[in-house]
């Protein structure tokens, strides 16, 4: 048993550690990937903010964060509204074909980025879509419903859908329906569904190479192009920052995720 | 009295039916099913344009390459007459039109494109194409339309030769199986048979790649197995309290875990300033931009997405199995190996599955931290898409590679139920 913990603690260890590592040397001094004598004798001065300062400072750091959040915030809610209903549809036991049309509609999770990117390109590029914001927030958004479709999917275990029959049956219009008997039922797939989209659009680089100009650069888009051409620890600090980031979607999910499951046991 | 079976068998319900009743029960079977495929519509009419309509566009330019036909049609529909397994050149008429149609191109600058597609099929054309392009270009098209034929010749002597003809005339056809012959190191030779080429390149990238994906695969079970053995084992609150260590690396960006790798491998990085601290080495050793550097850090990647499953699979496993064979006389690591792990294969083989399908086709990090030899079929289909604009071939490799994930897709929907896979 105390070799078991050991290796846990090991493996907790090689998974945590290069997330931590990279921390302090975000505020190095010096304009380097290593910790310098300064650091590790704990010297104040070898400790700056400066590179926090150039994120703030740099145009093409602001344009990447505006446009990280706005891509992901478009494709999100395209996602989240089209896969939600597809679930609900999908979750029903009338429906046709379900398994072909589940496979197929879960499939831009599985197939590697570099194929659907070089696809994109060929395709979005005969509609004159390569290089705008609208090309790349449908690209975004198709990566996404996958996600969104599993969250929901699971929320709408035991869904019972003579309950919307009921409602509709009662007079209740389509829309009411959907916003007062299926919505607090399936909220919280339908939130972490968003958040899983939303991340995959926030941290996708691979079609945006192929298929954004300069003018839809994003976060992980300069991030890519500062790891090839020129290092320099403002990487790391926009990486500590994303690492916050990442941090706050972790809680709101596992808050989310406990509060569905206090809900379904009836607590709540 | 079938009245009492009403709610019990539905068969029997059928029965005391009306004729008119059944169809009126059909219509409302219908009329469900029609309101279900309604609230999935929208979706699937938008994944088949914003996603299945490329990837087919990609399949489709795997064997669709115009440039040729586009660039020289006439000297196409010429050749056309002239039999390549001749060993005759085709005659001066045929040249004529290419010498006209060659100076026009060098005129548009078009000429590069046309040497690039004709060195594919025969190397060293390119310089051939193109100085004779230059010379064609000071020429007066009315003297090249008769007399084109022995200026070509008298540029370069190539054009006499049947070999770089026969390459024009089968790069001109627009549809052709030429980029999966090259993806899987084949050739047709002059008889047109089929046969390997003298380079092995592709496959021995395909083969790459699987061994990478298959070492990441066992690494992320060989680490990930003991930790899900621990969390599924620890007190619920330790459990909840480690799994965040498990979630927080799931959540962070790949781009910040790939940056986090550079500066811990690089040669005066973390990893080695450490080790050579403790004296473990006295020389920083190479550890980034190398394969090693990519199967560690994609191993990081994507352990979490084989302890969850795993996790999952083994909180529902109930301990007393285990207590049981021992109490029996089992001892524990038999009794381990040969009661509880059978019993983790379903979590095992989703997550080995999920890891490869994903490792597999891996581009980001490769092409950030894998240097030369640490490159995937990935990086040689963006390679061929970005920098030799050798389109077609980057769709044949992305093709194959493809069919290589939706097999795998396949066998996971078989063995774990696309619809079972469960997120955080």
Known sequence: MHGLRLTAWAVLAFLMVPILVIIPLSFNAEPYFTFTEGMLSLDADAYSLEWYAEIFNNEKWLLAIKNSFFIGLCATIIATALGTFAAIGLSNPVMPFQRVIMAMLLSPMIVPLIITAAGMYFFYTQLGLSGTYLGVILAHAALGTPFVIITVNAALSGFDHSLMRASLGLGAPPIYTFFNVIMPLIRPGVISGALFAFVTSFDEVVVILFLAGPEQRTIPRQMFSGLREQINPTILAVAVLLVVISGLMLLTIEYIRARGERIRSGEI | ?424
């Open chain 2, 1 to 424: 009295m079938p009245q009492f079976d009403l709610t019990t068998n539905s068969n029997k319900v059928q029965s005391v039916l009306t004729v008119e009743e059944m169809a009126q029960s059909r219509k409302i079977q219908r009329r469900r099913k029609l309101i279900a495929f309604a609230f999935v519509t929208p979706l699937l009419v938008f994944v088949m344009i914003a996603f299945i309509a490329p990837i087919g566009t990609m399949l489709y330019r795997s064997v669709y390459n115009p440039t040729v036909a586009q660039l020289i049609p006439d000297t196409l529909e010429a050749l056309s007459d002239w039999d390549e397994s001749s060993d005759a050149r085709p005659d001066d008429a045929v040249l004529n039109r290419f010498a006209v149609e060659l100076r026009q191109l060098a005129i548009d600058r078009d000429s590069g494109k046309l040497a690039e597609e004709i060195n594919r099929g025969l190397p060293g054309s390119s310089s051939v194409i193109k100085a004779t392009g230059r010379k064609m270009k000071k020429m007066d098209p009315a003297l090249l339309s008769s007399e084109g034929a022995s200026l070509l010749i008298a540029t370069k002597p190539q054009w006499q030769t049947v070999e770089i003809w026969r390459v024009m005339k089968k790069s001109g056809a627009i549809f052709t199986d030429s980029s999966y012959l090259t993806a899987l190191d084949l050739d047709r030779n002059s008889d047109d048979e089929i046969v390997p080429r003298d380079t092995q390149v592709y496959i021995q990238l395909y083969l790459k790649s699987l061994k990478i994906a298959l070492t990441i695969t066992l690494l992320t079970a060989l680490i990930g197995f003991p930790l899900s053995y621990y969390l599924a084992t620890a007190s619920p609150k330790t459990a909840n309290t480690l799994m965040v260590f498990v979630l927080l690396p799931f959540w962070t960006s790949l781009l910040v875990r790939t940056t986090s790798w550079i500066a811990l491998l690089q040669t005066n990085g973390v990893v080695n300033s450490v080790l050579q601290y403790l004296h473990v080495i006295s020389e920083p050793i190479e550890m980034l931009y190398t394969e090693f550097a990519t199967v560690i850090a994609m191993t990081h990647i994507l352990l979490p997405f084989m302890i969850l499953p795993l996790y999952s699979v083994m909180k529902g496993i109930d301990p007393s199995y285990l207590r049981a064979a021992m109490s029996l006389g089992a001892k524990p690591i038999p009794a381990f190996i040969r009661i509880y792990m059978p019993m983790t294969v379903p979590g095992l083989s989703a997550g080995a599955l999920l890891v490869f399908i994903i490792s597999i086709g891996y581009y980001i990090t490769p092409a950030l931290v894998g240097g030369t030899d640490g490159q995937m079929i990935s990086n040689i289909i963006a390679f061929h898409m970005q920098s030799s604009n050798n389109w077609e071939l980057a769709a044949a490799l992305g093709s194959l590679l493809l069919a290589l994930i939706l097999l795998l897709y396949w066998i996971y929907d078989r063995l774990v139920g696309v619809s079972n896979i469960k997120l955080g």
